[in-house]
């Protein structure tokens, strides 16, 4: 199972360059093990996934925007925006991107 992330930035109609994210794996008690980290490119996503032998389980990706604004000089309100989710025993791709703006977000599973 893979999982890859793309960031855009709604507010400025580009994708969002220079993003940390940071993949945990969660324990049953919310204890988080980093998996990998990445800093997506020019066209807002990483260079490659950030987990491919990742088991079934609950997970957590961490965008990190706050500096990612500040470049910007932009003031936006979060700092670092965390996305838990689940992936099954199916094997697969798991997409997860972030639409992101100074003052809100969103995000789905993508394909």
Do not use: C, N
């Not at 919310?30 to 996503?45: F, H, I, K, P, S």
């Amino acid at each position: 199972m893979t999982i890859t992330t793309h960031v855009l930035d709604t507010a400025r109609g580009l994708p969002a360059a220079g993003v940390t994210v940071a993949l945990y794996a969660l324990d049953g008690l919310g204890a988080r093990t980093l998996v990998a980290q990445a800093v997506t490119d020019d066209d807002g996503r990483s260079a490659a996934p950030l987990g491919s032998t990742l088991r079934a389980g609950a997970y957590e990706l961490l965008f990190s925007v706050g500096e990612y604004f500040a470049r910007h000089h932009v003031a936006g309100f979060y700092d670092e925006i965390p996305v838990r989710f689940r992936i099954g025993d199916r094997p697969g791709k798991y997409h997860v991107p972030l639409l992101l703006s100074p003052w809100g977000y969103s995000t789905y599973r993508g394909s």
